[in-house]
């Protein structure tokens, strides 16, 4: 009786050490799960924080580029400007020197046919003054003839045109030095020439001297 009390005492106080290290192994477990459910949140939200912030780099570094690429494309726009400015610049200073130039040339050219006019004039005086006996037989007339051809072919091929002697007086092309009575033209009718006129590609080089019927 005495050694079945022991062994129940015995068997208690066993399953009494084994229940309080199962109690102890427990509260370690969950003293392990604890720290274990602690620390993953905290793992998770440094990891949040880190992309939060490479996400706010990143953006801040799309920022800085775009407004380098309005700042270029501005500067870049300038330029455009700047150089369409300076291409108009040089077209409207290039036609202004072509016609310039051409002004020059022409005043050149009108400065010297009014200088070769007299010339020409000497040549018809001379012709209109010939004697009868040596229109048509003498060499040297014929010669200074061909001179005076080519000399007015000369000037028309430069625009010379010569002014109409006779028909309605026109004060922009003729200048009247008398004015006399005719009975063979109207009244402003041009009755006689007496130096020819001669336009320079519709511009006036000197005007005709004639003589009007009153």
């Known amino acids: 009786m005495a050694e079945e009390i022991d062994n129940k005492t015995m068997n208690d106080s066993e399953m009494a050490k084994n229940g309080t290290a199962e109690s102890a192994a427990e509260s370690v477990e969950a003293q392990v799960d604890g720290t274990q459910s602690t620390q ?7 990891e949040a924080r880190a992309e ?10 799309i920022a800085r580029l775009e407004a380098e690429l309005a700042e270029a494309r501005q500067e870049c726009a300038g330029i455009t400007e700047k150089s369409q400015r300076l291409a108009a610049e040089f077209q409207n200073s290039r036609r202004r020197q072509e016609r310039q130039l051409a002004e020059e040339m022409e005043r050149v050219s009108a400065h010297m046919i009014r200088r070769i006019l007299p010339a020409l004039d000497d040549f018809e005086l001379a012709f209109a003054n010939l004697p ?10 014929e010669g200074f003839r061909q001179i005076q051809r080519k000399l007015r072919g000369m000037l028309e091929d430069e ?28 009244s402003g009718q041009i009755v006689e020439t007496l130096r020819a006129g001669y336009t320079l590609k519709g511009q006036v080089l000197r005007p005709a001297l004639v003589r009007v019927a009153s």
Do not use: C, M, Y
């Open 40 to 46: 993953e949140p905290v793992g998770e939200g440094a």
């Open 52 to 61: 939060e912030s490479a996400v706010a780099e990143f953006l801040d570094r």
């Open 132 to 141: 009868n006996e040596e229109i048509g037989q003498t060499a040297w007339v």
């Open 159 to 186: 625009g010379v045109v010569r002014v109409a002697g006779e028909g309605l007086f026109d004060p922009t092309l003729h200048e009247a030095i008398a004015s006399v009575p005719s009975e063979e033209v109207e």
